[in-house]
């Protein structure tokens, strides 16, 4: 007589403070896993442990570096020279090996132009070390660009004519810059723009005919957007917003 082994594990489902929980049971069939297998022999040789770094600016005007070090201040080693200030984003969580890099996109600031960079930064022996650098869109016009917390797509400001006074929020993936326009406001600028980590995209606009800055929140499910908060005058033209880890505050 074969026998089979199942597993019941309750797993609970918050629904809201107001609903009674809920107990759901789910079997999993693991009989094939209680057959043996044969341990893998250790690696004799194991992968380096990927190390957090973090990106920077280093330079004067007309020599702005990018630079990467580990979390404690050590590895410090210069990337690549862009030349002009820039806005740095990871397009992963900031680790890489000696065989697989991470990668910084590097754009340009409001008043500093660049095209849009994709930068590789690989791992050697935990020194940090500068891989291939891809340019990804030649029209500078591309700035404060955001990658998104997945490292699938990135947000940016597109900077039109300056007698129209208005920006548009664009959204392309890594791979092959194709931007999609996902929020422009006549007579409207929008600017440094932050992804939530459930993927909805906070910035700043400035209303141009009142002088008025206002957070907004654009949700990419519907294509909504809601202002959040009015900024004071006295504050004047805020800038680099951040949103908390749990996605339920703004700095």
Known sequence: MRWKAVILLPILFFL?????DQVTTVALDLTASFKKKPKPPPDPDPPAEAQPVIAYERGGPGARALWVMDEDGANQAEIFVPGNFF??????????????????LLTGTSTHLLP????????DGGVPTA?????????PMYIQARVSPDGQE????????????????VVS???AFSPVTVHEEPGHESYWPAWRPDGNIAFFELNGETGQVSVQVLDRGSGLVSEVFQVPPEMGLPRRLSWSPDGSGLV
């Open 16 to 20: 809201s403070a107001s609903c009674t």
């Open 87 to 104: 806005v740095p984003s990871w397009s992963s969580l900031g680790e890489g090996t000696e065989d697989v890099p991470f990668e910084i």
């Open 116 to 123: 849009v960079m994709k930068v590789e930064v690989f791992l």
């Open 131 to 139: 891989g291939s650098v891809d340019t990804l869109s030649t029209d």
């Open 154 to 169: 990135f947000v940016a400001v597109h900077v039109g004519p300056p007698e129209d006074f208005q920006t548009s929020l």
């Open 173 to 175: 993936g890594l791979g």
